[in-house]
């Protein structure tokens, strides 16, 4: 009698250590979806803006408040904006513009019929300031395939998903400004558009 007790107390053991592992092993492998799924952006709420200036990286968050980033998009010039703004109140401003519809594809810095400037835009203080910069200026009017867009995902109308990145050259709007040129490399954006009675659907 014992031993059958004894018998049946170590395979009730064996078989709690083996749901313990099964488990443990779910997690794990549930975790590691999770991972693989955000580094595919596959998590829908995921947002991201940043760029290297000259080689220092510049990152921007969503805004704590709204979760999500300043955007914005005018029909009668057909033009998207982010507006992304760094912990230290510097900023930066991109925007274009397309004669029909937002499509992925290459977007010059421009500026179109309605006399509306296209491009990217860069604050670097947080105040205003004579050392903004920007990829279209007076002497530089079109830079070619400033901006980049990847994808343009509209399966939620309540939420687009648009993706690119942008590696423009920035020019000094000032001449009183001592950094004359920036290169911007490694730009990337994912940022999610909610239309609503504000913001036009597009």
């Known amino acids: 009698m014992k031993n059958r007790f004894k018998l049946i107390k170590s395979i009730s053991s064996c078989l709690l250590l083996s ?15 999770k991972q693989v799924d955000q580094a595919e952006g596959k998590n829908s709420t995921d947002q991201f803006f940043s760029v290297k200036i000259n080689g220092v990286l510049w990152e921007a968050f969503p805004s704590k408040e709204f979760k999500t980033y300043t955007l914005s998009y005018k029909t009668l010039s057909r033009q998207f904006s982010i507006f992304a703004e760094a912990a230290n109140g510097s900023r930066m401003d991109l925007s274009f513009h397309t004669v029909d519809k937002i499509v992925p594809g290459n977007y010059p810095s421009t500026k179109n019929d309605n006399g509306i400037l296209s491009g990217v835009f860069y604050y670097p203080e947080a105040k205003s300031s004579d050392r903004e910069m920007a990829s279209i200026t007076s002497d530089v009017p079109v830079q070619e395939n400033a901006v980049q867009i990847t994808r343009v995902d509209k399966s939620d109308k309540t939420a687009y998903v648009i993706e690119g990145t942008f590696s423009p050259v920035l020019y000094a709007l000032y001449e009183t400004n001592p950094n004359r040129t920036s290169k911007l490399t490694e730009g990337k954006f994912r940022v999610i558009y909610h239309p609503d009675s504000m913001n036009p659907a597009f």
Do not use: H, I, M, Y
């Open 19 to 33: 749901v313990a592992v099964f488990l443990a092993s779910c997690a794990s492998n549930s975790g590691d979806v």
